[in-house]
């Protein structure tokens, strides 16, 4: 059974940081591409970072230069780092694998609010 199970979420002011991990259960993590999404109120999921198993990234324009996706292939975990926030990164993100299948973790909350 695949589970990804993501942490790190919280309340921020503007211009803080936070770390979001996600472990991955019940796939060749070395092998998955992996990547973060992320969806506001009211508005479509949006594709945030994405790794590839060969270490390339891929950003949305909205993040590139603050946000960093990593993995470590051995603790089977995805990282987002995340600098400078802003109100406009607030939502719920999620953990995605397209291993096989579609993977979604339960989600993580982000709220950057002064």
């Known amino acids: 059974q695949v589970q990804l199970v993501e942490s790190g979420g919280g309340l921020v002011q503007p211009g803080g940081s936070l770390r979001l991990s996600c472990v991955a259960s019940g796939i060749t993590f070395f092998l998955a591409d992996m990547a973060w999404y992320r969806q506001a109120p009211g508005k479509q999921r949006e594709r945030v970072a994405m790794i590839t198993r060969g270490d390339s990234t891929i950003y949305a324009d909205s993040v590139k230069g603050r946000f960093t996706i990593s993995r470590d292939n051995v603790k089977k975990t995805t990282y987002l780092q995340m600098n400078n926030l802003n109100p406009e990164d607030t939502a719920v993100y999620y953990c995605?694998?397209?291993?096989?299948?579609?993977?979604w973790g339960q989600g993580t909350q982000v709220t950057v609010s002064s």
């Open positions: 995605n694998t397209r291993y096989n299948n579609d993977y």
